[in-house]
């Protein structure tokens, strides 16, 4: 059976009046521990299908459902500690004013999960940051080190799935072969299902 399964999708977004339709009628299915990529050009609207698993893009059609279970609106808790998303710009989805601990800590805090402290340093340690980072803002970060805390703070809950929305469009070149080799090896050690945008 396919872990996540969308049949005939459709999302409209409504504004003044007008009505556009962003994604008509898609269907796709990944199995568990899969790696699917999801390709297109800018616009043809990859991203908002991810945005529609995390019920942050408004469904005109069609229906989405994780492990044979057609997800609730709204998502909840157990459909975050399930699924977790990595956005395309490391820059923009850290919160300038918190530290890497605090940013690590909050989903643990919403969870009311113990050990916070160990967690978040084995959190840097599997992305390949030192404990040291926990006390760093992120301007005091690399974009390539940003996008390691992203994809940390994903995983503080263990989901069993990551929805990666253009995870490497924002790095240099270098960097990029870097996040993707991280990235392999998170799903191999943790038997991830990843979901993933690009255009490239």
């Given at each position: ?16 009046g ?61 459909f ?8 395309q ?9 918190h ?52 994809i940390?703070?994903a ?28 990235l392999?090896r ?11 945008v690009?255009?490239?």
């Open positions: 059976m396919s872990l996540i399964e969308i049949d005939n999708l459709s999302v409209t977004f409504r504004a003044q007008r009505a556009v339709q962003a994604v008509r009628n898609v269907s796709l299915s990944v199995g568990a521990r899969e790696s699917y990529g999801l390709v297109g050009e800018s616009g043809s609207g990859k991203s908002t299908i991810l945005r529609a698993i995390c019920g942050l893009a408004p469904v005109s059609g069609g229906a989405i459902r994780i492990g044979g279970k057609t997800l609730p609106t709204p998502r909840g808790r157990a975050s500690a399930q699924v977790q998303m990595v956005f710009d490391p820059y923009a989805s850290l919160h300038p004013r530290t890497i601990d605090r940013t690590l800590s909050e989903p643990l805090a919403i969870h009311s999960l113990p050990d916070s402290d160990a967690r978040v340093v084995k959190a840097l340690a599997d992305v390949g940051l030192p404990a040291s980072f926990r006390f760093r803002y992120p301007h005091q970060l690399s974009g390539g080190q940003r996008q390691r805390v992203a940390a703070r995983l503080m809950l263990e989901p069993q799935i990551l929805l990666l929305d253009e995870p490497t469009s924002a790095l240099d070149a270098s960097v990029q072969a870097e996040v993707l080799n991280l392999t998170l799903r191999e050690d943790r038997g991830l299902t990843f979901l993933m690009s255009h490239d």
